[in-house]
């Protein structure tokens, strides 16, 4: 008898939650992906208030102090021209981060917009977006922006605009695979009673994708989102170590390690190098923690 | 059988000649032509102008594009700019030393990663799964390039233990079993690179699929016919296990080729990723359109013999 209460009191509590705060209170239970969360979160502050708070600004020259190791003066030395090390990984930390993040932006917006229209609207609509996807998911990623951004890179942007133009390509690269996971969840919500509901209403077809389909799938847009902006910021990072990404004066993590490609730099100077990846490579694999973590606590068959 | 594959085979020509005109569509956007940039300075406009109507490159994209294609058609995918040889021939060289790099780490990460994968499902929580799980996120997390340099500070040139590029020893001139040795002895560390970012993914999806399969109400049917538990584990759910894996192999054939275009350039690997940014930093337009278009008829060939193996070992699937 006991323990049957016990069970009720339990249920009516879970009752009256929503689905969003019930996977957020699974979530927080995951130690590894709250650990992730943490990680993230202080990728971010160092980045945002880094810079305010160092002494030194991006620019600054002192051509008197160049390649010095670290000091208690500059934490992580000073690179070629005697800028501060530390200071300008903080900077291509606002510039790695924020490409990754409307990079995905851009993506999950594209991916779930056209997912919800193919899959809702079906026939030639469905058909011309679907080969549309396999088209673009039939060249290797890498391969394929490489060459556009080498074409880009002819159009002679200038420098501090160069951030915007990689943020565009990747996000503009990266929507197939989300356009197929919306479409196939919207082909069977769309047989659903709810919608024949809203069919009666006659509710226009925006509203209908939009506000009746499309949140139904929030879940899955999500996760990908969040597992999207690790591989948007190893994709970064790669593009800028090529000097394809974004491109110098404008510091990124990636195009921070491409000094490293000069064997003496590589062998006598690590300071310059190592910390960029070590930022890349903490910030990633926090995403993928919590990314892990997120999937887990959304998915309604796991019940822990 | 026969008929699905004959369809499917169709399937891929409108899909081909989309990829193509994309990429055509991509290279029109590049402002200038060849003979606008890096050409001899004593070319007078005339012979520029004759050249370009050779190259037929005073008409307009669309009939480009047609030239262009009829020469695909045939199998001649015109002449590189920068290594002043026709595109095939150029592929043709560079392309096994990719699948070779390729091939050993990818059959590396097949054996390495599918037992693991296999004992940290059955021993789900434990110190192996948790051990494991740790390589595994690192491996996904860590930018290959990035690993790659930290492996040639440390092997290469800190230690000397292993070269630290190319693809053998300059100098030398080995025949048979010398030269795959030394050729092995660059590959090592490559290898490593390529085998540990693969490795992560693989454990990861047997691992995934193994928990999954473990759960079925036939593994407990299997058990409760008082089966060995190797035997249950084994030969029971291993194999529906790895039904889902072996579509991941489908992806992977083309990237054979295609190589690891950071890893390969770290390197200095001959392979196609280090002509691939050759082609990018040298505009070599016609190298880049062959390239990118033969990695896409991989990639879709690939999806395919995917989809056929799947309906081979799962005869629950059958194929329309």
């Known amino acids: 008898m006991e323990a049957k209460t016990s069970e009720e009191v339990k249920l009516s509590e879970e009752g009256i939650m929503s689905p969003w705060r019930l996977a957020w209170r699974r979530l927080k239970r995951d130690k590894l992906a709250m650990l992730g969360l943490y990680i993230l979160a202080f990728m971010v502050l160092i980045s945002v208030i880094g810079p305010l708070l160092s002494p030194y600004t991006m620019e600054e020259m002192d051509l008197s102090n160049i390649q010095s190791p670290p000091s208690f003066k500059h934490p992580l030395g000073t690179d070629e021209v005697g800028r501060d090390e530390m200071t300008r990984l903080f900077y291509a930390g606002r510039i790695s981060l924020s490409v990754g993040l409307f990079a995905v932006v851009i993506s999950t917006v594209i991916g779930s917009a056209l997912g919800g229209i193919a899959g809702y609207y079906g026939g030639f609509v469905d ?139 590589l062998q006598t100077q690590p300071w310059l190098w190592v910390p960029p990846g070590i930022c890349i490579f903490l910030t990633v694999m926090a995403i993928n923690l919590f990314g892990d973590g997120l999937r887990d606590a959304l998915d309604p068959r796991l019940n822990r | 059988m026969r008929q699905y594959i004959t369809r499917r085979l169709i399937q891929m020509i409108p899909i081909l000649i989309g990829v193509s005109i994309l990429l055509f569509c991509i290279l029109q956007m590049a402002p200038g032509d060849i003979l606008s940039a890096n050409v001899n300075p004593h070319m007078t406009a005339e012979i520029k102008q004759e050249l370009r109507h050779q190259m037929h490159l005073d008409q307009p994209a669309y009939v480009q594009y047609f030239y262009w294609m009829k020469g695909v058609v045939k199998g001649d995918f015109g002449d590189s700019y920068y290594f002043k040889q026709p595109v095939t021939t150029v592929i043709k060289t560079y392309i096994w030393n990719s699948f070779i790099l390729s091939l050993v780490s990818f059959i590396l990460s097949v054996i390495i990663s599918i037992p693991i994968g296999v004992v940290s499902a059955t021993r789900q929580y434990s110190k192996f799964d948790y051990f494991f799980t740790v390589v595994a996120l690192i491996g996904i997390s860590i930018p290959a390039f990035y690993f790659g340099l930290l492996l040639i500070k440390w092997f290469a040139v800190d230690l000397h233990a ?91 054939l083309p990237s054979l080729f295609s190589g690891a275009i950071l890893t390969e350039s770290i390197f200095n690997w001959p392979g196609i990723g280090p002509i691939e940014l050759l082609a990018v930093n040298n505009r070599d337009y016609p190298l880049l359109m062959g390239i990118n278009l033969i990695l896409a008829l991989l990639t879709l060939l690939g999806n395919l013999l995917a989809d056929i193996t799947y309906a081979l070992i799962d005869p629950r699937i059958r194929l329309k």
């Open chain 1, 127 to 265: 058909t011309l977006i679907m080969r549309i996807v396999d088209i673009f998911m039939s060249f290797p990623f890498l391969p394929l922006l490489i060459t556009i951004a080498a074409v880009m890179s002819d159009w002679k942007v200038p420098p501090q605009y160069r951030m915007f133009v990689v943020m565009l390509l990747i996000g503009v690269l990266s929507w197939p695979s989300l356009t197929r996971i919306v479409r196939g969840q919207i082909l069977s919500l769309r047989e659903q009673e709810f919608m024949q509901a809203a069919e009666a209403l006659g509710i226009r077809d925006k509203s209908k994708i939009f506000r009746h389909l499309l949140p139904n799938t929030y879940a899955s847009i999500i996760v990908s989102a969040t597992l999207g902006l690790g591989g948007a910021i190893l994709t970064e990072s790669s593009l800028s170590f090529l000097g394809l990404g974004v491109t110098p004066p404008t510091p990124s993590w990636g195009q921070m390690i491409q000094v490293a490609r000069d064997v003496y730099t």
């Open chain 2, 162 to 252: 292993f070269p630290v590029s190319g693809m053998s020893t300059p100098g030398t001139n080995l025949r048979g079993i010398g030269a795959a040795g030394d050729t092995l002895y660059h590959m090592f560390l490559p290898c490593l690179v390529l085998t540990l970012g693969s490795v992560a993914e693989l454990m990861r999806y047997t691992r995934s699929s193994m928990l999954e399969v473990i759960k079925q109400d036939y593994i407990k049917t299997a058990r409760a016919k008082g089966l060995k538990e190797k035997v249950v584990i084994y030969k029971h759910a291993l194999r529906n296990a790895m039904i889902p894996v072996v579509t991941i192999f489908g992806m992977w």
